[in-house]
C-alpha cells in the first residue's frame, strides 16, 4: 500500500536516474563554455563585416559608378545577391510551416537550424535593396506614410510589392522563431545563472509548459504555420515579378514564379546542409541528427533540382516556340554569348550534379553531400546572375548593348554579406539552442510511452 | 486548502490521472510537461482554443487594411499608370495578401501571449525543474477530507511521487 502524501519526502528523481534529461544536456552544450575555434570563427565573420562596411562608406560617399554598374546594366551583384538570400530563407518556412502542416515528424531535428537560418538569410537580403539604391537616406521613400507633398508609393509596382512581401516575411519568419524557441529558452532558464538568467528570464516571457500555455503554444504554430505556407509561396513569386512584369527578354516569362519557388527551396535545402553538417560534427549532435535527416534533405534537394532543370529546359523551349527573335536571341547569348560560363555552370551545378542523389549510399554520404550542397549554392548564385545580367546587358537594340564586368567593390559587399550572416548564425548557436529540445523529447517521451520510434 | 504536486513519467498516465481527477470533480488542477502531448491536452481542456479568434480577426483587419490603404492613397494622389484605374483592385490583392498574412501573424502572437499567459513573471509555487526536463507534474488542490482518495488516485495511475505541499 502506497504511503500517504503527508509521508512522502520531498525527495527528488531516483539516484539513478540524471536529474536532467540528456536532450537538455546534449543540445544546450554548445551554448556552455569557451572554444577558441568558435571565437576564431567570429572574428573572422565581423572582420569581414567591418571590411564591408568599410567599403560600403565608400560606395556611398563616391557614388554607386563604384559598384560596376554602366550602361545598360543597372542591377548587378547587389540585386543577384538580394534574391541569392531571399531564396535561402525559404528552406526554414518549408521545413517548418509546410512540413509541420504535413506532420513530417523528422523536421522537429533539423527546423530550429533551418528556421535561424532563414531569419538571418532575409536579414542579410534586405540589406541589398538599401545598398542597391545608393542614396541609402532615401529609404523612407519606399514606405506609404503621410508626408507634407501628398505623396504616396505606386501600388501597381512590383518593386513596392516586395517592400511589403519581404517585411512581412521578416516578421512572420522572427515571429516564427521566437514561438518555436520559447519553451527552449525556459529550459535554458531553469539551468543558468546570474546575467544569463536574467536575460533568459524575460524571454521565456513565464513559460512553465502548463497546459494552457502548451495548448495555447500548439495552436499559434499551427496558425502560424498556415499564414507561412501561402506567404513563403507568395514571396518568391513576387521577387520573380519583380522581373516578370518587365518586358526584357529572358525575364517576361508566366514559369517564373514557379520556377524561382523551386528554385529557392532548392538553394536554401542546399544551404541547410552545408550548415547542419559541421553543426552536428563540432557539437557531437549525432544522436540528434542523424542520417536519415540528411538523406531526406537530399531527396527535397533531387525534387527541386529536377524541378529547376525542367523549368531551364521550359524557358529555352518556349523561347524558340515563341518565335519571337529577341528572346530567342537572348537565351542563345546566355549559353553561348560573353556569360556562356556562368550558365553551364549553372546548369552543371544546379541539374547534372545533384542527380547523383538518386543514388542512396551518396545521399547519406556527408562529406559529400557537403561538398554538392556546396556546388548547389554556387549554381543558385549563378542562377540568379544568368537572369539578371544576361538579360539586361543583351536587349532589344544591338546598339545599346553592353558588359558588365563585377567591380571589387561589389565582390567586398558580397563576401560581407556571408560574413553578416555567419555572424547571426554563430551568435545564434552561443545564445539559443541549435535543435528544438521540446520537439525532439516530444518524439522521445512519445516513443518510451507508447512504444517504437519515430 | 491542501495541494498535492504529483510528479509522472509517462503523457499517458499523466493524461489519465487527469482525467479521473476532472471525473471524480478535481478541478482545480494544473499540469506542467516537457513537451506538447496531444492526449494531455485533451484530457485537461478539449475545448478549441481562443487563439484562432486572434489570428481570423486579425487577419481581416489585414486585408481590410490593405485594400482600403491602397484604394485611399491610389486616390489622394492620382496618377494614371499604364492606363488603368487608379484604385485598380487586381494589383492590390498583392499587398493585401501580405497584410493579411503580416496582421494575422502579429494577432496570433498576441493571442498566444494573452491565452497563453505569457508575460515575465514569478514561476509557479510548485513548479520544478524536472518539468523542464522530461517528467510531468500535476498540481491538485483540494478540500482536507479529499486528500487521501486524490493521493490514492494519483498513485494508481503510477505517480512516481506524491507530495503534500500545503495545508
Same mark, same amino acid.
Given at each position: 500500500m502506497a504511503p500517504p502524501a503527508t509521508a512522502?519526502? &520531498?525527495?527528488?528523481? #531516483?539516484?539513478?536516474?540524471?536529474? &536532467? #534529461?540528456r536532450a537538455n544536456i546534449d543540445i544546450m552544450a554548445p551554448t556552455h563554455g569557451v572554444q577558441w575555434p568558435y571565437f576564431l570563427a567570429l572574428g573572422a565573420a565581423v572582420l569581414g563585416v567591418l571590411q564591408a562596411l568599410a567599403v560600403l562608406l565608400y560606395q556611398t560617399y563616391v557614388g554607386l559608378g563604384v559598384a560596376g554598374y554602366q550602361q545598360p546594366v543597372f542591377w548587378g551583384v547587389y540585386i543577384v545577391t538580394f534574391v541569392f538570400w531571399i531564396g535561402i530563407g525559404h528552406a526554414g518556412t518549408l521545413i517548418s510551416a509546410i512540413l509541420f502542416l504535413f506532420r513530417a515528424k523528422w523536421r522537429n531535428a533539423v527546423n530550429r537550424g533551418a528556421e535561424a537560418l532563414t531569419v538571418f538569410a532575409v536579414i542579410t537580403a534586405a540589406l541589398f535593396p538599401i545598398l542597391h539604391l545608393?542614396?541609402? @537616406?532615401?529609404?523612407?521613400?519606399l514606405i506609404p506614410y503621410p508626408n507634407q507633398r501628398s505623396l504616396w508609393v505606386n501600388f501597381k509596382s512590383p518593386l513596392l510589392w516586395d517592400v511589403f512581401a519581404i517585411s512581412t516575411y521578416a516578421s512572420i519568419s522572427i515571429m516564427f522563431f521566437y514561438v518555436g524557441l520559447i519553451p527552449d529558452i525556459a529550459i535554458a532558464r531553469d539551468r543558468a545563472t546570474g546575467v544569463k538568467k536574467a536575460i533568459y528570464t524575460v524571454l521565456a516571457l513565464g513559460w512553465q509548459g502548463t497546459g494552457p500555455q502548451w495548448k495555447a503554444h500548439s495552436r499559434s504554430v499551427l496558425h502560424l504555420s498556415g499564414l507561412a505556407t501561402p506567404l513563403v509561396l507568395s514571396v518568391h513569386s513576387i521577387v520573380s515579378w519583380d522581373f516578370?512584369?518587365? =518586358?526584357?527578354p529572358g525575364w517576361h516569362?508566366? =514559369?517564373f514564379a514557379p520556377y524561382f519557388v523551386a528554385g529557392a527551396v532548392f538553394g536554401g535545402f542546399a544551404m541547410v546542409i552545408n550548415i547542419l553538417i559541421p553543426v552536428r560534427r563540432i557539437f557531437r549532435l549525432e544522436r540528434y541528427l542523424t542520417d536519415y535527416h540528411f538523406e531526406n534533405m537530399s531527396r527535397f534537394i533531387l525534387l527541386t533540382s529536377t524541378i529547376c532543370g525542367y523549368a531551364y529546359a521550359a524557358e529555352y523551349f518556349i523561347a524558340w516556340y515563341s518565335g519571337v527573335e529577341y528572346e530567342q536571341t537572348s537565351f542563345w547569348l546566355r549559353a553561348f554569348g560573353p556569360y556562356w560560363v556562368s550558365t553551364w555552370c549553372m546548369i552543371t551545378f544546379n541539374v547534372i550534379f545533384p542527380q547523383?542523389? @538518386? =543514388?542512396k549510399k551518396l545521399r547519406t554520404n556527408l562529406p559529400f553531400l557537403f561538398v554538392l550542397c556546396l556546388f548547389i549554392n554556387l549554381g543558385m548564385w549563378f542562377e540568379r546572375y544568368v537572369i539578371i545580367i544576361t538579360s539586361l546587358s543583351r536587349e532589344y537594340i544591338s546598339g545599346s548593348w553592353g558588359l558588365y564586368v563585377i567591380s571589387p567593390v561589389e565582390l567586398s559587399v558580397l563576401a560581407g554579406s556571408f560574413c553578416w550572416f555567419s555572424m547571426w548564425f554563430l551568435l545564434f548557436l552561443k545564445v539559443f539552442p541549435v535543435i528544438a529540445i521540446t520537439e525532439v523529447k516530444e518524439l522521445e517521451i512519445h516513443a518510451r510511452d507508447h512504444g517504437g520510434a519515430h | 486548502m491542501p495541494t498535492l504536486v504529483s510528479v509522472f513519467d509517462f503523457p499517458s498516465n499523466t493524461a489519465s490521472a487527469v482525467r479521473k481527477l476532472k471525473d471524480r470533480g478535481f478541478d482545480d488542477l494544473k499540469t506542467y510537461s516537457p513537451a506538447p502531448f496531444t492526449e494531455l491536452e485533451l484530457a485537461e481542456d478539449p475545448k478549441p482554443s481562443k487563439v484562432r479568434r486572434f489570428t481570423l480577426i486579425g487577419g481581416l483587419s489585414g486585408v481590410t487594411l490593405g485594400f482600403l490603404m491602397q484604394i485611399w492613397m491610389s486616390l489622394e494622389w492620382p496618377i494614371k499608370i499604364a492606363g488603368k484605374n487608379f484604385a485598380s483592385i487586381p494589383p492590390f490583392w498583392i499587398v493585401g495578401f501580405e497584410l493579411t498574412i503580416l496582421l494575422g501573424g502579429f494577432f496570433t502572437f498576441f493571442g498566444l501571449l494573452i491565452v497563453g499567459g505569457l508575460y515575465p513573471k514569478r514561476l509557479d509555487?510548485?513548479?520544478?525543474l524536472r518539468f523542464s526536463a522530461e517528467e510531468f507534474g500535476v498540481v491538485v488542490t483540494c478540500d482536507e477530507r479529499d486528500v487521501a482518495e486524490v493521493e490514492a488516485l494519483l498513485r494508481a495511475e503510477s505517480a512516481k511521487e506524491v507530495t503534500l505541499a500545503d495545508s
Open positions: 512522502v519526502a &520531498d525527495s527528488l528523481a #531516483s539516484p539513478e536516474r540524471p536529474r &536532467d #534529461s545608393g542614396r541609402i @537616406w532615401k529609404l523612407y521613400f516578370a512584369m518587365s =518586358i526584357v516569362a508566366t =514559369i547523383l542523389l @538518386w =543514388i | 509555487k510548485h513548479y520544478d
